[in-house]
């Protein structure tokens, strides 16, 4: 298989949607093994305290592992606290373990508390040889539009957003975008909503059909061609320390992530570089 086109620069992708269970953690786990196994270096961040994209990417995120938390809270560059994944040499984790769930409190007497995530990986990037630098960053946000999430939107600068072919799809999507546009007012002008996908689609109801078409003629251009149907092989993977890509390849949980990583890869070969200064990280 041909090896994906490389970005155009570095790009840091942030997964939110305040809503829990639409998908974000499969699609950073997926999308980032999919990235790593056609050729681009990946990191992934795992930012939900409960550590589910550390567990498929068979990262260890017991107590006392070195994790995100050190680096938002303490001092630990992040070079301190990435890990190897099993999944592809080319792909790192970042993870996250339960410590985290006190760090949205812990945050609030920090100093320049939204920036911590954007400074961290700045620093990391430029530490490293531009051959080893990441091309992907992909952060995985929890369920909450917290200090955690916040930080990851300053972060970032582009939003990936996984919407659920469900009931209610489109409820709550109003409140990540308004958040998303005062984080482009005044802390991070870079950063846009670049990306949708539609995920757990059941081709078997109308439901499903008529939720993207809603999303399409709201949305656009922004959504993937590729859709993640609802595979039982996707559920199942994390269980086994693994993404679907590696767990069973020839799924169509599997194909559908692969497919969906290359649009996202071809997008970032056309993007246009960043304006000198407004580079978000490297
Ligand atoms: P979020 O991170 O947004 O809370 P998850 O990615 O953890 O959502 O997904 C919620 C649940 O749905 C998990 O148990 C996951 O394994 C399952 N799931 C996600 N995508 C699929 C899919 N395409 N097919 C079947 N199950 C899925
Ligand atoms: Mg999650």
Same mark, same amino acid.
């Given at each position: 298989q041909d090896p994906f086109p490389a970005p155009s620069r570095l790009r840091v992708i942030t997964i939110a949607n305040q809503k829990g269970g639409v998908g974000k953690t499969t699609s950073a786990v997926n999308l980032g093994v999919a990235l790593a196994l056609y050729g681009l270096r990946t990191l992934v961040i795992d930012l939900d305290p409960q550590g589910n994209t550390s567990t498929a990417l068979g990262v260890e995120h017991t107590v006392g592992t070195p994790s995100v938390y050190d680096t938002l809270v303490g001092d630990s560059p992040l070079s301190a606290v990435t890990h190897a %994944? %099993?999944?592809?040499?080319?792909? +790192?984790c970042v993870p996250a373990t339960i410590d985290l769930a006190g760090a949205e409190i812990e945050l609030v007497s920090v100093v320049a508390r939204e920036y911590r995530l954007r400074r961290a990986i700045e620093a990391y990037v430029h530490s490293l040889p531009e051959e080893r630098r990441p091309q992907y960053v992909l952060i995985d946000c929890p369920p909450s539009l917290g200090l955690l999430t916040l930080n990851a939107l300053v972060a970032g600068d582009e939003v990936l957003i996984p919407i659920q072919c469900e009931y209610y799809a489109l409820e709550g999507l109003g409140q990540l975008l308004n958040n998303i546009d005062l984080v482009r007012a005044h802390l991070n002008p870079g950063i846009a909503v670049r990306t949708i996908l539609? +995920?757990?689609?059941?081709?078997? %109801?109308?439901l499903a059909d008529q939720v993207a078409e809603e999303v399409r003629n709201h949305f656009g251009d922004l959504v993937l061609h590729a859709v993640i149907p609802r595979n039982v092989r996707v559920s199942e993977a994390p269980g086994y320390g693994q993404s679907v890509l590696t767990y069973d390849p020839g799924s169509r949980g599997s194909t559908s992530y692969v497919e969906a990583a290359r649009e996202l890869a071809e997008r970032g070969a056309a993007l246009p570089p960043l304006e000198p200064g407004k580079a978000p990280a490297g």
């Open positions: %994944t %099993t999944a592809s040499p080319l792909l +790192t539609l +995920t757990m689609y059941d081709g078997r %109801t109308k």
